[in-house]
């Protein structure tokens, strides 16, 4: 008898369709594959993710996704043994359509169904890439999620602050666009501020003088607009150095605030095995570095699972579910997607519901 277990994941919670193979024996898993593909040309024009525009583009690819993802593991879909699939939290008809997807798939391919926490499916790559051990600290930073979660196992989650407006990637993305550079933000920002001096201008860093873990970018963005317009209006327009100058403000500002609240998350804990980092944003040079030495001053490795992992995809949520599986979890077809479905039953909800759907 073999405990080998091939594990479909679908990912459909946001603006990424995505379909992924996992094939795990004995404590070790082999990523066989993993497709993503993005909808940013569909809602470009709108400044957001447009949620019926989101599902119907989900409802038409996940089929093709799968088939590929299949395809390029190798294998047959017969050989599929439980499909998982991001239940929730997230844009209600993308996550329907990633549902009654994977119900069909279950029920044709008669295989175990398991729903996943599209949060805990970031929460729990660093043991799918790194294979760390629980306890550690995981900080999800991308254009829909900002939280520090306590790991403790696949189902046992602490969130110990997260931000109360918008989240980090939000924040990168809206200075972009108002300093006229590309979509997606972030990397336009990062590399902008590589020539740029971040003393020029003071801007703030919100909420480093409240207690605790909790973050808030709004204002921040709000205080670029402010120094973005006194330049305009003392100058009567902005030159490519006064954009490198802002931007490279805004990032010192999110790294700060960043860097102080994950050495206040880690301290007191003295039995974490690491700290993690997820999300788009995790891949902002500056910032990494910045981590990496917070870790460092607390003896802890510091581990960011590479980007396509980072980002929204499905093997996370393969792992997940594998993960679920083995603890004995499963479900069955009256599975819900869920809106919202906050990671710590226990934490009181966070405010606020940015560009990207509800934030749990
Ligand atoms: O995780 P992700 O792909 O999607 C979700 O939000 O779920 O994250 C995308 C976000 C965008 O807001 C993007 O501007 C930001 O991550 N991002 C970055 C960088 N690369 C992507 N932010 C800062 N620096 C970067 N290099
Ligand atoms: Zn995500």
Request: glycine share 12%; hydrophobic share 45%.
């Amino acid at each position: 008898m073999t405990d080998r277990l091939t594990i479909l994941g679908l990912e459909s919670s946001c603006d990424d369709t995505a379909a992924a193979v996992l094939r795990a024996e004995g404590n070790g898993a082999e990523l066989l594959s993993s497709v993503v593909s993005g909808q940013t040309d569909l809602h470009a024009a709108y400044g957001g993710v447009v949620p019926e525009i989101a599902a119907r583009a989900h409802a038409e690819r996940l089929d093709l996704m799968v088939e590929q993802a299949v395809a390029q593991a190798g294998i047959y879909l017969s050989e599929v043994d439980a499909i998982a699939v991001t239940a929730g939290p997230g844009l209600i008809g993308g996550v329907l359509s990633g549902v009654m997807c994977a119900k069909g798939l279950a029920m044709g391919l008669g295989v175990p169904l398991v729903g996943v926490n599209h949060l805990a499916g970031h929460a729990l790559t660093p043991r799918l890439t790194d294979g760390v051990a629980f306890p550690y600290l995981m900080l999800l930073v991308s254009g829909g999620h900002c939280q520090f979660l306590r790991v403790d196992g696949p189902d046992a989650f602490t969130r110990l602050g997260g931000t109360i407006d918008d989240a980090p990637g939000e924040a990168f993305d809206k200075v972009a666009k108002l300093l006229g550079l590309p979509q997606p933000g972030g990397p336009s920002v990062e590399q902008a501020a590589a020539q740029g001096n971040p003393l020029r201008f003071a801007l703030p860093r919100p909420l480093l003088d409240r207690q605790g873990c909790d973050m808030s970018f709004s204002g921040l963005k709000t205080a670029v607009l402010r120094a973005r317009d006194a330049v305009v209006a003392e100058q009567g327009g902005m030159r490519e150095q006064d954009r490198a100058d802002l931007c490279a403000a805004f990032q010192a500002a999110v790294r700060d605030v960043l860097s102080e609240k994950s050495r206040r998350a880690l301290a007191g804990q003295p039995d974490l095995t690491g700290f993690a980092v997820a999300g788009g944003v995790a891949a902002n040079q500056p910032l990494r570095t910045a981590l990496e030495k917070v870790a460092a001053s607390h003896d802890l490795p510091f581990i960011a699972p590479p980007l396509r992992l980072c980002t929204d995809n499905a093997a996370m949520i393969a792992w997940a579910g594998l993960e679920a599986f083995r603890a004995g979890r499963s479900d069955g077809m009256d599975l819900a997607a869920r809106p919202r479905w906050p990671l710590d039953r226990t934490s009181p909800a966070l405010i606020g519901s940015g560009k990207k759907g509800a934030k749990a």
